[in-house]
T-cell receptor, first 114, second 112 residues
Framework: NAGVTQTPKFRVLKTGQSMTLLCAQDMNHEYMYWYRQDPGMGLRLIHYSVGEGTTAKGEVPDGYNVSRLKKQNFLLGLESAAPSQTSVYFC?????????????FGPGTRLTVL | AQSVTQLGSHVSVSEGALVLLRCNYSSSVPPYLFWYVQYPNQGLQLLLKYTSAATLVKGINGFEAEFKKSETSFHLTKPSAHMSDAAEYFCAVTKTGNQFYFGTGTSLTVIP
């Protein structure tokens, strides 16, 4: 049971480049989330998904897009990277079948935009 | 909108001393509350959660938290700090499980 995995672990982009971050979970969770973590700001929700084929905006969705084509995967895309998107990105998943429960987090992706 | 306030971005305690990390939430309806811990270069791990059962919640590694509706607080405590408790701690809140709101975090330093 790998839990939540994220690919890649590190990435450096130039302004204007695009990339996709991949999150995968093997716990059959319905809910998946993308956060960014910045110093002094905690974690802020970018987008989330309540099931395969569904996505919704979180607190800070601008400049990001997501897709949930398969239940186990949640992709985060940056179409035109900006230095303000330099951050650590965390994916999480949760299962609400037994009531509101904990989120399981991946190890993070450290992204630098030059 | 829901929000969480963590008082004190940095807390230092001596090894063996009481740990107290503060969290206040704003919500008209008692939400679900969580404490997470983050060790350097790792993701977040759940310490404990409040889901409207007992108001005193016990978690892993000797931590516990008490939900006080009258004070809208969910402070995290541990009677005796260990060196291994040095980490970043986050309080989080949700009403439905769709969206979680995290505090800005408290960095705990344990002094030998």
């Amino acid at each position: 049971n790998a839990g939540v995995t994220q690919t890649p672990k590190f990435r450096v982009l130039k302004t204007g480049q695009s990339m996709t971050l991949l999150c995968a979970q093997d716990m059959n969770h319905e809910y998946m989330y993308w956060y960014r973590q910045d110093p002094g700001m905690g974690l802020r929700l970018i987008h989330y998904s309540v099931g395969e084929g569904t996505t919704a905006k979180g607190e800070v969705p601008d400049g990001y897009n997501v897709s949930r084509l398969k239940k186990q995967n949640f992709l985060l895309g940056l179409e035109s990277a900006a230095p303000s998107q330099t951050s650590v990105y965390f994916c999480a998943s949760s299962d609400l079948l037994a009531g509101v429960g904990e989120q399981f987090f991946g190890p993070g992706t450290r992204l630098t935009v030059l | 909108a829901q929000s969480v306030t963590q008082l004190g971005s940095h807390v230092s305690v001596s090894e063996g001393a009481l740990v107290l990390l503060r969290c206040n939430y704003s919500s008209s309806v008692p939400p679900y509350l969580f404490w997470y811990v983050q060790y350097p270069n790792q993701g977040l791990q759940l310490l404990l959660k409040y889901t409207s059962a007992a108001t005193l919640v016990k978690g892993i590694n000797g931590f516990e938290a008490e939900f006080k509706k009258s004070e809208t607080s969910f402070h995290l405590t541990k009677p005796s700090a260990h060196m291994s408790d040095a980490a970043e701690y986050f309080c989080a809140v949700t009403k439905t499980g769709n969206q979680f709101y995290f505090g800005t975090g408290t960095s705990l330093t344990v002094i030998p």
